[in-house]
C-alpha cells in the first residue's frame, strides 16, 4: 500500500446555474490521509461536505483537482476503472442505508464482494456477529429497525476489507443509543484493521472522535 490512502488535492466543483453563470460549490479543497488516519468534514447544511466526500470516494469527477485513492489516480480512469478503485479499496456507509429490499442481510453484506467475484459467505456471517446481528442474517431490510440496518450497511461497507471507509452521515437518522453503538463499531474497526475514516457529521461527539477535522464553509476550508 503506497504512503496516502487518499490523496485529493486542489479539489474544485462547480455547476452551470441556468443563466449560464457558474455556481461554485467547492473551491480549492485538499484532504490527504495516510493508513488508519480519521477525519470528520463539518460544516452547515450547503457547505459542500457530501460533495466532497462523493469527489473523494470517486463517486463523483472534480471540476477540477484530483484524487488518489490507494495510489491510484482517478482522473484518466472511466466509470468502470472508477468503479474498479472504489471495490478494491472503498467503504461507504450512507444516511439512508441504501440497503436492496430484495435481499437478506447477508446478502447485502455480500454485494460489494460478489461484485469483485470474491464473495465469501463466512466472512459476511463474521462480520454481521461483529456488529451484533448473528440471530438477523435472513432478515430483509423491511424487518429491521433503522439501527440494524445501519449495521448492515456498515459490514457490507467492510466486506471487501477496505482501505478507507467513506460515511455520509452515518448516525443521522439514529436514537442517541444507537448512534453511539455504530460509532463504537466504525473505530473498532478503524482500530482493528487500520482502515481510514472519512465521516460527514453533525455530531460533534463523533466529530471529536476524529485525529482531523476539516471544517466547510460555502465550499472553502475554514480553520476552527
Ligand atoms: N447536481 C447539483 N447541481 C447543482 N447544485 C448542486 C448539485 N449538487 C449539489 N449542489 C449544491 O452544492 C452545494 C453543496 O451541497 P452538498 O455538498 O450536498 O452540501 P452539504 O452536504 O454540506 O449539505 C449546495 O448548495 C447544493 O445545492
Ligand atoms: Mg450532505
Known sequence: MPEFVLEARGLRKSYPRPDGSE????????LVLKRGDTCSIIGPSG????????LCAGLDQPTSGS????????????EDGRAAVRGRHVG????????????TALENVLVPAELRGEADPELGRSLLRRVGLEGR????????????????????AFVNRPAILFADEPTGNLDAETA???TDLVFGLNAEAGTALVLVTH??????????????????????
Open 92 to 103: 461507504f456507509v450512507f444516511q439512508n442505508f441504501q440497503l436492496l429490499p430484495t435481499l
Open 203 to 224: 455530531d460533534p461527539e463523533l466529530a471529536s472522535r476524529t485525529g482531523l477535522r476539516l471544517r466547510l464553509r460555502g465550499g472553502v476550508p475554514v480553520s476552527e
Open 180 to 182: 453511539a453503538r455504530i
Open 67 to 78: 484524487v488518489r485513492i490507494a495510489g491510484a489516480d482517478l482522473a484518466p480512469l472511466d
Open 47 to 54: 457547505s459542500g461536505k457530501s460533495t466532497l466526500l462523493a
Open 23 to 30: 455556481l461554485v460549490v467547492l473551491q480549492g479543497v485538499d
Open 137 to 156: 442474517m435472513d432478515h430483509y431490510p423491511a424487518q429491521l429497525s433503522g439501527g440494524e440496518q445501519q449495521r448492515v450497511a456498515l459490514a457490507r
